[in-house]
């Protein structure tokens, strides 16, 4: 039984839901913040590995990357490895975009932990902390032990 009724899940995607509503009245989308993330990340990258790690379509991207250089968060350059492919880079607009919806993120968590009390933040923040060290493991090391759990399940089939 799940205990916590899956509202951590809950409350990210409300803090979602908000950040990306906000970030759209900008002008980006969730799915071009995706691919910005992804640039972000993999500054260099060309439009081929973004479809691989995005999992999405290519003429998807190319449109995407095409806005997104429009509106100045991307910028390319010759693939000195391949002539036919060019390297994408985030520029400054791209970094500042990413400070805003983690200063978007931070404000509504600092206003839902308003009515709670310093020692309560404290040990909120503590036993988090916990539980995101404890997922960050798991991740890194490929997810083990949750397949196992989920491989034991009888009768409950991942689709």
């Not at 998807?60 to 880079?89: H, M, W």
């Not at 798991?138 to 009768?155: V, W, Y």
Request: hydrophobic share 35%; aromatic share 6%; proline share 3%.
């Amino acid at each position: 039984m799940d205990v916590t009724h899956r509202k951590i899940t809950k409350i990210a995607r409300e803090v979602g839901k908000f950040t990306a509503r906000t970030i759209k009245a900008g002008g980006v989308g969730t799915a071009e913040f995706d691919l910005i993330h992804v640039i972000r990340k993999n500054p260099g990258i060309t439009q081929a590995e973004i479809c691989r790690i995005l999992g999405a379509d290519k003429g998807a991207v190319a449109k995407q990357t095409a806005n997104l250089e429009a509106k100045g968060y991307l910028c390319r350059k010759e693939n000195p490895a391949d002539g036919r492919s060019q390297l994408i880079f985030p520029t400054e607009q791209a970094q500042n975009l990413k400070d805003s919806k983690a200063h978007i993120e931070t404000e509504f968590y600092d206003w839902l932990l308003a009515p709670l009390n310093e020692v309560e933040k404290a040990e909120f923040a503590r036993l988090l902390d916990v539980l995101y060290q404890r997922c960050k493991v798991e991740s890194k090391e490929g997810f083990p032990n949750m397949t196992k759990r989920i491989e034991a399940c009888d009768g409950h089939e991942i689709r």
